[in-house]
């Protein structure tokens, strides 16, 4: 049997600089500082674990023999100390593994993989807003499916995609939960939907306008103000309300608008910017609007930042109009399917939807730039009164 205690009290006041051993894996770290701590080597499954006990001479030698004994037997028994005594600590601060906690831990996990890392908070504010101000002080290990069903129980019929967002959001945080050892019911959130029942919520598109009367409002949008010119391109373009407001001068080059990924939306598993070709109309537009641009921004705000999208909705809204500036990227895509002959890849490629895997992209390596510059001309020359006749592409399969 190896030696132990072969330190003494005496010769710990005086130690030099370097690591000391007193037997058994227990060790005695002089840093050159001039402070010290207690360290304890322990074998588990033929891996060699490190673990810190504590300073000295906050822990006495004493003290550091005891606990190194402790640790020594949980190892010899298979099992490893240092995932042990953090099983303990989270136990004797209960606080620390509350769903308020974890979720804040899962958020930080996951934010690469969100836009923006997630600063704009839209994965948060489903928990925020309707779980965490009832569950958030409830030990994860406590949570059951229970709980989930009485917090969401009012808005599951009145907000059914912010309480089946929510549902997701808890899931996930379980999940995260179990990775870091916490004995959580990983089925609660399945179970709470059971309990819930099917929603009676029906959920409604975004009203759009057909594409044969986008002429006719395109045609009333004749003054040179911000908002005709923003909703002119944002009709010309098919791109969503957010990208186009903060359409910055320097994004544009020649006939191509390149949209940085990070503000795209609903394009999960891409990452690249993507190229909006424009039109001549478009260009014109674009030009247009160049003597309002402030800060880069070729839509700012009059105050600061740049136009909301309040701004054009209530324009719609004014002008009596049912259907809002969303809709227009319907009303793009229902032309192309009307009225041209559009591969399903291409016309999607024109809303900027990811049809394939990441595998299949990394292969195919093209955005049909070419072929949507000719769909985005034909688009404005119907949207500014042309005869819109059928687009014909070559080659775009």
Request: charged residues 30%; positive net charge.
């Amino acid at each position: 049997m190896r030696a132990t205690n072969r330190l003494s009290s005496q010769f710990l006041k005086t130690a030099p600089v370097g690591k000391h051993c007193d037997g058994a894996g227990l060790w005695f770290v002089k840093r050159e500082d001039g402070g010290a701590q207690w360290v304890q080597r322990v074998t588990v499954h033929g891996r060699r674990r490190e673990m810190g006990l504590g300073g000295f001479p906050t822990l006495t030698l004493a003290e550091a023999r005891k606990q190194a004994e402790r640790w020594r037997k949980l190892a010899a028994a298979g099992r490893d100390p240092i995932k042990e005594r953090e099983a303990e600590e989270r136990a004797a601060r209960r606080e620390d593994i509350t769903l308020a906690i974890l979720t804040a831990d899962a958020f930080e996990a996951r934010k690469a993989e969100l836009k923006g890392d997630g600063t704009a908070g839209r994965w948060l504010s489903p928990l925020n807003i309707h779980v965490l101000p009832k569950l958030g002080r409830v030990p994860v290990t406590d949570l059951d499916q229970r709980d989930i069903r009485d917090t969401l129980a009012p808005i599951w019929h009145t907000k059914a995609d912010t309480a089946r967002k929510a549902l997701n959001r808890l899931s996930i945080v379980l999940r995260h939960a179990a990775a870091l050892g916490l004995d959580v019911d990983l089925q609660a959130t399945d179970k709470a939907k059971a309990l819930l029942g099917k929603t009676r919520h029906q959920p409604k598109n975004i009203p759009a306008m057909d594409w044969r009367d986008v002429p006719e409002f395109y045609a009333s949008l004749e003054e040179p103000t911000l908002t005709h010119l923003a909703l002119r391109l944002l009709i010309l373009t098919g791109v969503r309300s957010g990208p186009l407001r903060k359409l910055r001068l320097d994004q544009i080059e020649g006939d191509v608008w390149t949209v940085p990924a990070e503000a795209m939306k609903g394009r999960k598993g891409a990452t690249d910017d993507f190229r909006v070709p424009l039109s001549a109309e478009a260009k014109r537009v674009i030009d247009l609007a160049r003597p309002h641009a402030r800060n880069g921004y070729l839509f700012p705000n009059t105050r600061a930042g740049v136009i909301s999208d309040m701004t054009l909705s209530r324009h719609m809204e004014r002008k009596g109009l049912e259907a809002r500036p969303h809709g227009f990227r319907t009303s793009l895509r229902i032309w192309l399917a009307d009225a041209t002959d559009a591969p399903h890849k291409v016309a999607e490629g024109m809303l900027a939807h990811v049809v394939d895997g990441g595998v299949v992209r990394a292969y195919r390596r093209t955005d049909f730039l070419e072929q949507r510059a000719k769909l985005a001309d034909r688009w404005a020359d119907h949207v500014t009164g042309g005869a819109g006749q059928v687009v014909k592409l070559m080659g775009a399969g």
